[in-house]
């Protein structure tokens, strides 16, 4: 097993010990023994012995304390028989409370009760060596310098341990709070994983079974022919309907089942195909008197992706009021750039009817207005004199005004 390098002293502690050496040899100098009893011994300069060794221990309080106190204890002892010097016994009770704050807990549990018997046994000893009246303050000094730095160090420690343990408590709570925080995403990413495979089967087999079948029938009834005039007209416009609602059926499938999917699995519509859907749009509403038009003003810039579908929901939308809702005549739709905005409106002709032409549910508005709401727009529908006008604005910087470009 290998053996462990001591550990070095900390460069404070040597620093200290350096300081307590000059500043002793100095009071030295000045003749600045203090006699705490017994004889003093000859010559003088023996008291900076134990003034040199207490020094060194002092460099090594903090990486071996233990070992510091013993022989500081030593060091002393033998200042109190040839002469103290008063920074040795500073250096000394530095000694005793750096045992108790940075030594083991053993240590930090002997030291004082050592402390306390040590008083004692000097105040003892003092009164059996026949002085009795100065046994008690040779009791009070002996306790100066050993029972008060040790406790002191003590009660620092048990502060410190107190300090540290409240911290790791609060860093096990946070990351308990942290790892529950973990599970909560995880069930809810879980959920929203089974609710979409879910939207997916339903649309699957429901959904997208019933768009299959119109295109088959509609395929097959062309196919068999003796359909002419508004009757053929309106067989190729529920197959262009069914078979393009398929395609978009299956991008919305492939969403679901897979969020990250490739582009080009689950590829988004974008404005270029809005002349398709008006071309769509101008066969199916011609019986009804209905003309679709495209006033595109977007310029060379490109959008992002996000403003791009809403704009495109937003017309497809109204271009499916228009066909269900609108009164004979032009049915125009303008897409227009404003400085930090995309400006989309969609205007037909308002009258009162008797009912719509094909059934709804009327969440198709309240879908737009969410949608545009999302990416911080506005959003406007309602009839305006004889028109019937839906009108959003869409952001397409970052702390652009919503409010723009209203005509």
């Not at 879910?198 to 359909?227: D, N, Y």
């Not at 271009?319 to 400085?339: C, D, E, F, M, W």
Request: proline residues 7%.
């Amino acid at each position: 097993m290998p053996v462990r390098p001591p550990p070095r002293p900390h460069r404070g502690d040597v620093l200290l010990a350096v300081v307590g050496l000059v500043a002793g040899v100095l009071l030295w100098a000045l003749r600045g023994q203090v006699h705490l009893g017994g004889p003093v011994l000859r010559p003088a300069w023996l008291a900076l012995l134990p003034l040199a060794v207490t020094a060194g221990c002092e460099a090594l309080r903090r990486s071996a304390p233990a070992v510091a106190l013993a022989v500081g204890t030593g060091a002393f002892a033998a200042d109190c028989v040839i002469g103290s010097v008063l920074v040795t016994v500073l250096m000394f009770t530095d000694l005793g409370y750096a045992a108790v704050l940075y030594g083991s807990p053993r240590t930090a549990r002997v030291v004082p009760a050592g402390a306390v018997l040590a008083s004692v046994a000097v105040t003892v000893a003092v009164a059996a060596a026949g002085h009795a009246p100065d046994a008690l303050p040779a009791g009070i000094g002996a306790a100066l310098v050993t029972v008060v730095p040790a406790w002191t160090g003590l009660v620092v420690r048990q502060h410190r341990d107190t300090a540290a343990a409240e911290r790791l408590r609060a860093e096990r709570t946070a990351l308990l709070a942290e790892q529950t925080a973990l599970l909560a995403e995880l069930d809810r990413r879980d959920a929203v994983a089974a609710e979409r495979a879910r939207m997916a089967r339903e649309l699957h087999e429901t959904v997208a079974g019933h768009l299959s079948a119109a295109a088959i029938h509609s395929t097959g009834a062309l196919a068999v022919g003796g359909a002419e005039g508004p009757a053929l007209e309106a067989l190729r416009v529920i197959r262009e309907n069914s078979v393009a609602g398929l395609a978009e059926m299956r991008r919305l499938i492939a969403l679901l089942r897979d969020p990250d999917a490739p582009a080009e699995e689950a590829a988004a519509p974008a404005l270029d195909a809005l002349d398709t859907v008006l071309d769509r749009a101008a066969r199916t509403g011609s019986g009804d008197g209905l003309t679709f038009t495209l006033d595109d003003r977007r310029g060379p810039c490109p959008l992002p992706a996000p403003v791009e579908l809403a704009a495109y929901r937003i017309v497809q939308e109204g271009v499916t009021n228009a066909l269900k809702h609108a009164a004979p005549g032009p049915v125009r739709v303008v897409l227009r750039r404003l400085p930090h905005a995309l400006a989309v409106t969609v205007t037909s002709r308002y009258a009162e009817r008797p009912g719509p032409r094909a059934p709804g549910s009327g969440a198709g508005l309240v879908g737009l207005r969410e949608r545009v709401a999302l990416l911080s727009g506005r959003f406007r529908a309602g009839a305006r004199g004889d028109r019937w006008r839906v009108s959003a604005v869409l952001p397409v910087a970052a702390g652009a005004e919503g409010d723009q470009g209203w005509a």
